[in-house]
């Protein structure tokens, strides 16, 4: 299997690796003691109902288990609805249970939903203890850099968070061989992001390679997770807290979450929704003078990867501007956007009107 | 009334000033507007319903909007029982309600409850936002320094929390006026720690003048609200995040917390607690070849500030030394004691045995 790619995140004091291969979770153990995780303190894996029916658990238990440490592990139903307060709860519940202490580790084995939710865990509990990222899905590569970690609120996403960076993070190739083909595509969403914020040649490499890529094909799906995660960890280095820069990473997200919250974040996929929300940025983009080939390009490769770039006629326009009245990026009464001046290269637009957006929300329903 | 004591909280970057005055309620619009809160973004003061009672609310209120700021108030339950998941959330959906963005600023006006239940939400919405403490018990001194921020858990005490550091504190030493004698005593319990820790003179000066402190003197308790203060903030200084030095400040603690988990929060106070945890610490020291003066000082002193220094013999010696277990500086296996080497000076003792520690519950209730 050769040895993993890997991947410096530069946060200072608080840079971390980023290994991505095969065969790693049979490693853990190895990886674990060579990065300093005290042997002494009681683990905590966090992982779902879905992960915990495969063998991946089975193995990261047993490589952990053999390397001299104390680990317990918490499983919580899959899907979004676990990133609540009462499902942080209960895992608060099992964490002093187990006896995790100050210099005790949380350890996420899922996607992102996993990953968000241990994390704030591992953020709050005793107010941070140390976080280490096993992700199972493509889109988990976007969430295993930066240190954004949260839990929902009934009336918005990722409202209840914290910036928390991981000891490291360990990306096992085999998890992703039994993604479902519509996780597969919904992943590849912000890997494309990536490319359209950052990196042109990325964005062509990916139209080319999209059957490998949906195909699995470990060569070039490790090679387009190692080029996301380093998009990603260029800009959240530079910019760690979203004051600026990072909020590049927003591209498609404002349409986006809208439409995960209208949808109840069951009809669509994040990355599905984040796909649709690119378009329309691409859209908007165009409206204010970008090149048409900003919208076709974004469009094409979109599709290519196999995801949907219409905006489906059944969610009402009201209910998606009034959901983006609560996102983070509607700051001081006016609409931020993040806009693709060109393909690998975007600008923050501080002042979009949101009659601009309704038009653009409408026109897409009506493309449907 | 004069011009306020003014301390800075060395934190680098998120360096901050504590005001110490009469009156500053009534300046608080102009202190926010000199500090930078933004105008356009909505502010939620956080208080209990026993302060919402009396009239700071309304004149905190008062000096907000006539400065020109859009505010909200939340009025939570008095008590340690607010520092729960369940009014976090509920607090959540206030600021989310109330429209709070990510410049926003939520205002603590209260005690340390307030405090720690206020900071957290601001440390966790939208992952952090402006956070001013506007402390009215004197035990707030102590935890207005720090940025240490928390909700309990029903299993244990400040588990789920954050650093948050504020952007300023005002002081106002009218709102102390009207303390029960009961938390006046109990809020000077935390600051003759501060004394005990790090200056033999403030206990001297404590001792002079505890007649001063009880008959809630503003000059004499603005010293010592400045003192307490300052010996605080030089030492989260130098060590935010508690690795070694801050945990000098957990004098009287481990006994302390254990001794209010099991009296459930309510038959003791938490200076109190803290009181009766120090003399416990004291007693510990002198065992392990400190002066016996430590002892006789720590007690005395204690003893002229109105508080109790004797352990209630209706607590179970088991469940006090089982709650030890679930405090964050019961490490790896070993017990951890701040141990008061000389009046002034403490260490930190890291292999305390368990057994000498319920030796030293067991005197201290025949005592009692």
């Known amino acids: ?169 360990l990306y096992d190739l085999n998890t992703l061989q039994t993604l479902p083909k519509r996780e597969v595509s919904a992943g590849l969403s912000e890997v494309v992001k990536h490319g359209l914020i950052w990196d042109a040649d990325f964005v062509a490499w990916c139209d080319e390679n999209a059957e490998r890529l949906l195909a699995l094909d470990p060569e070039a799906l490790g090679y387009a997770l190692y080029k996301g995660c380093s998009v990603k960890a260029a800009v959240v280095s530079k910019d760690e807290r979203e004051n600026d820069l990072r909020a590049i990473l927003n591209l498609g997200h404002t349409i986006g979450h809208a439409l995960e919250a209208v949808a109840g974040y069951k009809q669509l996929l994040h990355g599905e929704a984040i796909s649709i929300g690119m378009v329309g940025a691409a859209r908007l983009a165009v409206k204010l003078g970008a090149s048409e080939q900003v919208y076709t390009v974004t469009k094409h490769v979109l599709s290519r990867v196999g995801l949907p770039v219409r905006l489906p006629v059944d969610l009402d326009t009201d209910l998606i501007m009034d959901a983006m009245k609560h996102d983070k990026k509607f700051q001081e009464g006016s609409m931020t956007f993040i806009v693709p001046v060109a393909i690998g290269r975007v600008e923050i637009n501080h002042s979009v009107s949101a009659s601009l957006v309704r038009e653009i929300v409408e026109q897409m329903k009506q493309e449907a």
Not at 15 to 39: N, V
Not at 70 to 85: C, D, H, Q, R, Y
Not at 148 to 164: D, E, R, S, T, Y
Request: no cysteine; net charge negative; glycine share 12%.
């Open 1 to 169: 299997m050769g040895e993993p790619r890997v991947l410096t995140v530069d946060m200072g004091e608080r840079s971390y690796p980023i290994y991505i291969g095969e065969g790693l979770i049979d490693q853990a153990g190895k990886r674990f003691a060579e990065h300093g995780i005290s042997l002494k303190s009681p683990i905590l894996i966090v992982t779902d109902e879905n992960i915990a029916a495969g063998n991946h658990l089975a193995h990261l238990e047993s490589s952990l288990k053999q390397a001299g440490f104390t680990v317990s592990t918490a499983i919580v139903p899959a899907g979004e609805s676990s990133k609540s307060l009462t499902v942080f709860q209960e895992l608060v519940t099992h964490a002093l249970q187990a006896g995790l202490d100050r210099k005790s580790t949380i350890v996420a084995l899922g996607g992102g939903v996993v990953g968000d939710l241990a994390g704030f865990v591992a953020a709050s509990y005793m107010r941070g203890i140390k976080f280490v990222q096993v992700p199972t899905t493509i889109l988990a590569h976007d969430s295993s850099v930066g240190g954004k970690v949260a839990v929902n609120h009934p009336l918005a996403k990722n409202i209840i968070g914290a910036f928390h960076q991981p000891e490291m993070v």
